[in-house]
């Protein structure tokens, strides 16, 4: 029998059964298991042709070019911009992702950090649990349904941002770079026309180099000290100093965060705020997803081993592969 290829994972994944899945059905390393990951990399990365990852962990340009046999990377998640474009174009790897199926449970979190944001339910239940009920009053804080919700970056996961507004009696209004043809929803020329518009503003864009600090003070002045902000795509959409500094100075009225710029690691000033709930970015952490996800992620590997190309390309990817 000819020998099974040699796939290389970067570290844990973000579903415990799916490491037990590729060690079980793949000849897999696990590379943050290695004792040394920087010298085994030197030693043994001209052995692997598959490389597994998360949007998280990523592909550096250093990891990808000590695999000179690469053909195909399987990533677990929606995000790449952790994914060293150029190194891995340069090496003609195809790299498969997981869109689409996590859209509802990351626009269901988005929900819960805004409806979080304006009644304080974290901070509710940490005031029942202190037993201050008996004695001390809760705040009265901010109605939800009813107000104005901006999308910034309406995508699969905007567009469910969206219908979930509905339920609340929201008005929708989104910015992208251009206006979508199939969109009911009202579209703002500039985020920053959004901001003064809208009483929450949500983030659903892309990361990576488009879309770095788009939200920054400017922009969170123009929210307003009745606006709210909430992010469930990326850290670095926002920045996070000046989100910190509106919050500490209440030219915002509060925000929801799943996502910073240097996880695991908020800027320590945010764990000092009432206004600001945090979440360790959970919004795709349910079974039913995180399962969806791992099963794209085995399909796509599966595929690029019998095939040379995913189920799911990502779009430089597919570009590169027909050009
Ligand atoms: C993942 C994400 O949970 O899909 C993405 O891009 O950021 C999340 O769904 C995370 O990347 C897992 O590592």
């Given at each position: 029998a000819t020998p099974r290829p040699r796939v290389l994972q970067i570290g844990k994944m973000p579903l415990p059964a799916l490491d037990a899945d590729l060690a079980q059905e793949f000849d897999t390393t696990v590379l943050s298991a290695q004792?040394?990951?920087?010298?085994?990399?030197?030693?043994?990365?001209?052995?692997?042709?598959?490389?597994?990852?998360?949007?998280?962990?990523?592909?550096?340009?250093?990891?990808?070019?000590?695999?000179?046999?690469?053909?195909?990377?399987?990533?677990?998640?929606?995000?790449?911009?952790?994914?060293?474009?150029?190194?891995?174009?340069?090496?003609?790897?195809?790299?498969?992702?997981?869109?689409?199926?996590?859209?509802?449970?990351?626009?269901d979190l988005a929900f819960a950090l805004l409806l979080d944001s304006a009644r304080r339910l974290a901070a509710a239940d940490r005031f029942v649990r202190a037993g201050l009920w008996p004695t001390e009053r809760f705040g009265v804080y901010t109605r939800a349904s009813g107000k104005r919700l901006g999308i910034l970056g309406?995508?699969?996961?905007?567009?469910?941002?969206?219908?979930?507004?509905?339920?609340?009696?929201?008005?929708?209004?989104?910015?992208?770079?251009?206006?979508?043809?199939?969109?009911?929803?009202?579209?703002?020329e500039s985020l920053q026309a959004l901001a003064e518009w809208c009483d929450f503003l949500v983030i659903t864009a892309a990361g990576g180099d488009d879309t770095r600090h788009l939200v920054n003070a400017k922009v969170l002045q123009a929210l307003g000290p009745k606006g709210f902000l909430i992010n469930v795509a990326r850290g670095s959409v926002v920045d996070e100093a000046a989100l910190l500094d509106a919050l500490q100075h209440q030219r915002i009225a509060g925000a929801g965060l799943d996502v910073f710029e240097d996880e695991p690691r908020p800027l320590p000033g945010l764990l000092q705020?009432?206004?600001?709930?945090?979440?360790?970015?959970?919004?795709?952490?349910?079974?039913?997803?995180?399962?969806?996800?791992?099963?794209?992620?085995?399909?796509?590997?599966?595929?690029?081993?019998?095939?040379?190309?995913?189920?799911?390309?990502?779009?430089?990817?597919?570009?590169?592969?027909?050009?």
């Amino acid at each position: 029998a000819t020998p099974r290829p040699r796939v290389l994972q970067i570290g844990k994944m973000p579903l415990p059964a799916l490491d037990a899945d590729l060690a079980q059905e793949f000849d897999t390393t696990v590379l943050s298991a290695q004792a040394d990951p920087q010298q085994f990399l030197a030693d043994h990365g001209s052995e692997f042709s598959y490389l597994v990852t998360s949007a998280s962990m990523g592909a550096s340009a250093s990891v990808i070019q000590a695999l000179p046999a690469l053909r195909g990377i399987s990533s677990f998640g929606v995000g790449f911009d952790a994914l060293d474009q150029d190194a891995i174009l340069a090496q003609s790897a195809r790299v498969g992702y997981t869109p689409g199926v996590l859209d509802d449970c990351v626009a269901d979190l988005a929900f819960a950090l805004l409806l979080d944001s304006a009644r304080r339910l974290a901070a509710a239940d940490r005031f029942v649990r202190a037993g201050l009920w008996p004695t001390e009053r809760f705040g009265v804080y901010t109605r939800a349904s009813g107000k104005r919700l901006g999308i910034l970056g309406m995508g699969r996961i905007g567009r469910q941002v969206a219908r979930r507004a509905s339920g609340f009696d929201m008005e929708v209004a989104y910015h992208n770079r251009r206006p979508l043809s199939d969109s009911p929803h009202r579209y703002m020329e500039s985020l920053q026309a959004l901001a003064e518009w809208c009483d929450f503003l949500v983030i659903t864009a892309a990361g990576g180099d488009d879309t770095r600090h788009l939200v920054n003070a400017k922009v969170l002045q123009a929210l307003g000290p009745k606006g709210f902000l909430i992010n469930v795509a990326r850290g670095s959409v926002v920045d996070e100093a000046a989100l910190l500094d509106a919050l500490q100075h209440q030219r915002i009225a509060g925000a929801g965060l799943d996502v910073f710029e240097d996880e695991p690691r908020p800027l320590p000033g945010l764990l000092q705020q009432d206004n600001v709930v945090l979440a360790p970015h959970i919004a795709s952490g349910t079974q039913e997803t995180r399962r969806a996800m791992a099963d794209l992620v085995l399909a796509n590997l599966r595929s690029l081993i019998a095939d040379g190309q995913p189920l799911q390309e990502v779009p430089w990817s597919q570009a590169a592969a027909q050009a």
